[in-house]
């Protein structure tokens, strides 16, 4: 059933208020949502489902207008403009004085100290890992091997010891590090890549010619470091996708208006011809 509805139909399909749409898009949509809120608020599983509540409930509203507004033509740029959406959402809610006080949370412009002069997987590797991942989570997020990911931390080992070596994908610092991917975000310089070109970068459309230019502009720029990484990240989670059963997505569903789905006839109506 929803498990064989392609992205392509899903959004059209909920704006159109069907419901086979909508259970196809709490059942794809609602694992990774509560999974990115888990990495980057801290909060228990029923804080987060409340805000993906709320998400839906926004989402659904006024014809759909706010889903309306997410990117449509590729389910990986939805993802990680669904990303950022919750990182919006939940940051009015965070508050700095519970982030953890050892080690201090970085801020944007020592971040960039911190990353200067390393070369793109290392930086790929640090920003991961201030995130919240564990290093496993990063080296599967990067798709690379242990000694790569090791090798990245070593500039961490000194000032962000207890950052690393952590089992479980939890940020220490939800509010300064939500407030350091938002300035990212609205920090887009003219030289910065879109997210379409660098999910063409990530299927290997791009050319040489034109990947090196980015990579290059990527390791002296945070905004498209937190672009890209947000994208490898909506890739892994896509790679373990989970849907939720029936029994979790329908108490949504009741959320969101919804068309009536028609009642087929009865078979005595049928053979009257009804
Ligand atoms: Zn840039």
Known sequence: MSKLMIFQKILPGCEEGSPEAWRAFLGFYGPMATEILGVYTQWDADERLALWRECIGELSANDCAELKKLPHQSEREFLVAMRAHLQDRAAPRLEARKDAAEPPAPASESLTTLLSGLPVIHQEVVFLTLAGYSQKTVENILRTTPSVAGEGLSRLRSAYAGALERPEDRCLWPSAWIGICGEARAGAGKDCATLRQLVRVLDGQASWYDKSPAEDHRTRC?????????????????????????????????????????????????????
Do not use: N, Y
């Open 222 to 274: 945070l905004h498209c470091l937190e672009l890209w990484t947000s994208l490898l990240e909506v890739v892994a989670w896509d790679r373990t996708r989970q849907p939720w059963p029936d029994e979790k997505v329908e108490p949504l569903l009741a959320l969101i208006p919804i068309r009536k789905e028609k009642a087929k006839p009865s078979l005595f109506a049928r053979m009257l011809g009804r």
